[in-house]
């Protein structure tokens, strides 16, 4: 989609929730640019009042040049009140852009035809006609790093086609390699731990949501081998590193919903209560503890005794 292209109502459809919040989040920055989120976008849940949708597609922008409305998990919604939508998608709101969240989208139907004739259906899948090797290219790219094809395929073949675990794995690699420009095969063999199926980030989840039964279980369930520790250990340093900074954006007077890191639409609302919960000063006394442990366990300090200890601190 062309940046200088503004549409009134935006359809992303898909089973790929960490695709459909990454398409969000790239189309509300090119339709609000430097503007306040809190001063013109608003977001419903499929209970909304159509009333209330519909007032405020029509309201001024107020401190920007358009406003965006957003409507997640929408297909019900639309169920109930397609000929309403329909109607208003014949004459849209000239300064304010609707973004429509649906699992599916069938293309057959006068809504979608309207939708295509005015605005834009973006699919949200990882399916036959995506590369995933370039989309990891683009993920690291957008972390000025580089990852070589046989860095990205290795990638792939451990971690799957789940494209939020892949952009958290590039991250926790961008961090990894520090200065160097290149993500290496070698990296990805260090830090991403190998598994089955897709990664589901079982541990950082539990830690999150400060359950230390699950979190002690998650862990057992990664300490398979000798060097795991290690991996174990970059992973937590990894999900703290994200805290600490959305916890300091917030502390400089940042909206938490803009200081969070991009993630789907539940696990950023439980990071938001992670990171609240814990603050800016406990996350920092987290990360001493986790800087601790690594140091232990370097020095001869039993690594399962040491991370089970360090794991119900950090899910405390």
């Known amino acids: 989609m062309p940046e200088d292209t503004l549409y009134p109502v935006y359809v992303l459809y898909g089973p790929d929730e960490f695709l459909r919040d990454e398409h969000r989040h790239r189309i509300v920055a090119s339709l609000i640019g430097q503007a306040d989120p809190q001063t013109c976008v608003s977001s419903f849940d499929p209970t909304a009042d159509l009333s209330a949708v519909l007032d405020e597609l029509r309201t001024l922008p107020f401190l920007a040049d358009r406003r965006v409305v957003i409507l997640r998990e929408a297909d019900a919604f639309i169920s109930a009140h397609r000929a309403a939508m329909e109607k208003y998608l014949e004459a849209p709101a000239k300064t304010a852009s ?4 649906v699992l599916s989208w069938r293309k057959d139907t006068r809504m979608a035809k309207l939708v295509a004739k005015i605005g834009q259906a973006i699919a949200c899948s990882a399916g036959e006609g995506m590369s995933i090797p370039d989309w990891l290219r683009q993920s690291a790219s957008r972390r000025k790093k580089k990852i070589d094809a046989a860095a990205a395929a290795l990638l792939v073949q451990w971690v799957g086609a789940d494209l939020a675990c892949l952009d958290s794995e590039i991250e926790k690699l961008s961090l990894y390699v520090g200065e160097r420009a290149t993500i290496t095969p070698d ?10 199926i897709a990664a589901d980030f079982a541990l950082t989840n539990a830690i999150t949501a400060g359950h230390r039964a699950a979190a002690l279980g998650a862990l057992a369930a990664m300490l398979n081998r000798r060097g795991d520790e290690f991996k174990i250990a970059g992973m937590l340093q990894w999900h703290l590193r994200r805290a600490i900074q959305t916890a300091r954006a917030v502390a400089g007077g940042t909206p938490l919903a803009q200081a ?12 938001g209560a992670y990171v609240t919960r814990r603050g800016l000063t406990g996350l920092q006394g987290d990360f001493r503890r986790l800087l601790a442990a690594d140091l232990g366990m370097k020095s001869g300090l039993k690594a399962e005794a040491a991370l089970q200890h360090l794991v119900i601190c950090l899910a405390s």
Do not use: C, G, N, T
């Not at 609707?98 to 969240?101: A, H, K, P």
């Not at 969070?260 to 990071?271: T, V």
């Open 260 to 271: 969070m890191p991009r993630m789907p639409y539940e696990q950023q609302k439980a990071f």
């Open 98 to 101: 609707l973004i429509l969240m």
């Open 187 to 196: 990296d990805v063999s260090r830090l991403v731990m190998a598994s089955p």
